[in-house]
């Protein structure tokens, strides 16, 4: 079944992976015994996703990007494995819905005319400061 991450993206369930291990903390027998995490393994490079969205999480630095080029997300709040597993899918809709939207361009605008007096006050007394630190004659 296809997830839906945008109206114009749409990613198979083929292409992502999901391992199952036991979570950490405290929670007894349960804990020891049922492997409720789940870890989301998406792979960038062989998925159908858009070249630019690719690009822009490949580029962005993030930790959960390792470099075979794999996005994964982990998912251990919940005692249920399908609880985890549909946070871990839901995690990954939201991650690539942000990535999907380009970011803002910044205005360059000028600075005001406190901020400019507010900075020309601050280095008139640093300078007056360290004149005061001079060998006195």
Known sequence: MPLRVTD???INESDI??????S??????????????VTL??????SSLPDYIKQRILLSGDKRVNSAG????????SRSQL???QTAITKLIDYLKSASVEPKKRKR???????KERRLEHKKRRS??????GRII
């Open 8 to 10: 114009d993206i749409i």
């Open 17 to 22: 992976e999901f391992e199952y291990s036991r």
């Open 24 to 37: 950490s903390g405290p929670g007894g027998q349960n804990v020891n015994k049922v492997e409720s995490a």
């Open 41 to 46: 393994r998406f792979n960038l490079t062989d």
């Open 70 to 77: 794999e996005l994964i997300i982990n998912s251990r709040e």
């Open 83 to 85: 609880t985890n597993k």
């Open 109 to 115: 605008t000028r600075p005001s005319a406190a901020t």
């Open 128 to 133: 007056e400061i360290k004149q005061m630190r």
